[in-house]
């Protein structure tokens, strides 16, 4: 089992930037494959970016990537959601996944092929 534990969420300006991470625990949690996805009330769940275990190659929603950008450090299991630029509407719930590998190289931003998931961080980008 993997438990995933995010923090670095808050209150911020618009134009203001925050660093999320993503703590992970458990058996074999340096080699998963991490996403980040947010929600809003009364909006679907929308996929950020993912980071690939291994080669560490990233896929990031095209909308979003000029100002959101995903890392990892594996000594630390951990992985991070640096958001620069925020914008009111960037409010929401933001939550890490993970899943293993298995025969799957790289990640995806598909939510449902993520097993394990966090509680979310809220974000409020608010003057």
């Known amino acids: 089992q993997v438990q995933l534990v995010e923090s670095g969420g808050g209150l911020v300006q618009p134009g203001g930037s925050l660093k999320l991470s993503c703590a992970a625990s458990g058996e074999s949690s340096e080699d998963l494959h991490i996403a980040w996805f947010r929600q809003s009330p009364g909006n679907d769940r929308e996929a950020i970016s993912c980071i690939s275990s291994g080669d560490g190659s990233v896929l990031a929603t095209d909308s979003l990537k000029d100002r959101f950008t995903i890392s990892r450090d594996n000594a630390k299991k951990t992985a991070y959601l640096q958001l620069n630029d925020l914008r009111p509407w960037d409010t929401a719930v933001y939550s890490c996944?993970?899943?293993?590998?298995?025969?799957?190289?790289?990640?995806?931003?598909?939510?449902?092929?993520?097993?394990?998931w966090g509680q979310g961080t809220q974000v409020t980008v608010s003057s």
């Open positions: 996944a993970a899943v293993y590998p298995g025969n799957f190289r790289h990640c995806t931003l598909y939510g449902t092929w993520y097993d394990f």
